[in-house]
């Protein structure tokens, strides 16, 4: 089992930028593939990024493409969101969620088994 840890949620006026951190402990070797999901009030959890464990193959939804950057730093155990040009309607609670292989059901939340507790982003307009 993966412990996952979220960090770095804030308010902030649209356009502008925060880090999310996904801090893991426990068996990473087990589940390499980090995704960050968000969750709207009356709306259901969806995927936003995720990595696998080199840092090589990263993916994204189409609404924050060229917006945000995922990353991670296996020397520390932390995968990173940088979001930028923040939106109202990225207003959410993100989750960092990790899965064993970045297959072609990255963006399905049934694949993940590890989830943290979830940061609150608030962008105002």
């Known amino acids: 089992q993966v412990q996952l840890v979220e960090s770095g949620g804030g308010l902030v006026q649209a356009g502008g930028s925060l880090r999310l951190s996904c801090a893991a402990s426990g068996r990473i070797n087990m589940s390499p593939v980090v995704g960050w999901f968000r969750q709207a009030p009356g709306k259901e959890r969806e995927f936003v990024a995720a990595?696998?464990?080199?840092?090589?193959?990263?993916v994204y939804t189409d609404s924050v493409k060229a917006r945000f950057t995922i990353s991670r730093d296996n020397a520390k155990n932390t995968v990173y969101l940088q979001m930028n040009s923040l939106r109202p309607e990225d207003t959410a609670i993100y989750y960092c969620?990790?899965?064993?292989?970045?297959?072609?059901?990255?963006?399905?939340?049934?694949?993940?088994?590890?989830w943290g507790q979830g940061t609150q982003v608030t962008v105002s307009s």
């Open positions: 990595i696998n464990w080199g840092g090589t193959s990263t």
């Open positions: 969620a990790a899965r064993p292989t970045l297959s072609r059901t990255y963006s399905d939340v049934r694949g993940y088994s590890s």
